[in-house]
C-alpha cells in the first residue's frame, strides 16, 4: 500500500548533525501517521519518534532527549528526522515507518517500514 524511500544517512563525528528524510509513495501515503525507528548492531529494533498524520502531534523515545526532531510536510508526503548532537551510541540503521497499529512506540506496531538508511557516529 506504501513505499518508503529514506536518504540521508551518512557518517558524522561525535556532536555533529544528520538530516534524514523518507519519502512516501503509494495508495496510502500521506493517510497515517509516520514514525522512525532504529537498530544497532546486535539489539533489537527500537522506536525513535513519530509524527501524527497532520503533524501536530510529535513522540519521542526517552534518550532523544531534545536532540532530535521529527518533521513532515504533508504536500510531499515526506518525514524528516533532524538529529543534532549526535553520540556513538546512536550508531544504527534507521528505518523509516508508517501506519501503526497500537502504540507508536512500540516497533511492532509499525505496518511498513522502509529498506533502512546507514547512520555511524564515531567518537
Known amino acids: 500500500q506504501v513505499q518508503l524511500v529514506e536518504s540521508g544517512g551518512g557518517s558524522v563525528q561525535a556532536g555533529g548533525s544528520l538530516r534524514l528524510s523518507c519519502a512516501a509513495f503509494?495508495?496510502?501515503?500521506?493517510?497515517?501517521?509516520m514514525g522512525w525507528c532504529r537498530q544497532a548492531p546486535g539489539k533489537e529494533r527500537e522506536f525513535v519518534a513519530a509524527?501524527?498524520?497532520?503533524?501536530?502531534?510529535?513522540y519521542y523515545a526517552p534518550f532523544v532527549a531534545d536532540r532530535f526532531t521529527i518533521s513532515r510536510d504533508t504536500a510531499k508526503n515526506t518525514v524528516y528526522l533532524q538529529m543534532n548532537s549526535l553520540k556513538p551510541e546512536d550508531t544504527a540503521v534507521y528505518y523509516c515507518t508508517d501506519d501503526p497499529e497500537g502504540t507508536v512506540y512500540s516497533p511492532a506496531s509499525w505496518g511498513y517500514w522502509g529498506q533502512g538508511t546507514q547512520v555511524t557516529v564515531s567518537s
Open positions: 503509494g495508495r496510502t501515503a500521506g493517510r497515517y501517521a
Open positions: 509524527i501524527s498524520r497532520s503533524g501536530e502531534s510529535t
